[in-house]
């Protein structure tokens, strides 16, 4: 996931939609205003081929902060079942204000062993598979 950002600021990312352009989506902060939004929006629409543009759910923000820990660099060498990456868990850790590197030291490489045996007993031996 390529993160870019407007000139006001805002982070967003986008998608081919097909042949008519792509499709967007803002993550703005606590900090910026409705107001900032449209202008956000409105400078995308100026300056791309857009098919959609949405502000970012909660689905959107656990999905990037996955992608940020399976990109980190002290997770490079486990395997997807050591990582506890269930939606459920990384939301709670978001709304804790927990940082992507802060989950990957303390919730991730102290818990591979765990994470695994959850893994197997849930999908069993299949995991070894994917």
């Known amino acids: 996931m390529i ?14 939609a097909g042949s008519q352009g792509a499709s967007f989506i803002l993550y703005p902060t606590d900090a910026h205003t409705t107001k900032e939004v ?13 098919v959609s543009i949405r502000v ?3 689905h959107d923000l656990v999905d990037r902060f996955n992608d940020a820990i399976f990109s980190h660099p002290d997770t ?5 079942y050591e990582i506890n ?5 990384l939301r709670k850790a978001m709304k804790k204000g927990i940082t992507t590197d ?3 030291k303390n919730d991730v490489l102290p818990n591979v ?10 999908h069993g031996k299949s995991i070894y598979a994917i």
């Open 38 to 50: 449209k202008e956000a929006k409105q400078e995308l629409r100026d300056s791309r081929d857009v």
């Open 102 to 104: 802060d989950y990957v």
């Open 113 to 122: 062993k765990v994470t695994k045996k959850m893994y197997l007993a849930k």
């Open 56 to 58: 970012a759910s909660t």
């Open 3 to 16: 993160i870019e950002t407007t000139t006001i600021g805002m982070e967003f990312t986008w998608d081919l």
């Open 76 to 80: 490079k060498k486990l395997k997807w």
């Open 85 to 89: 990456n269930e939606f459920d868990v």
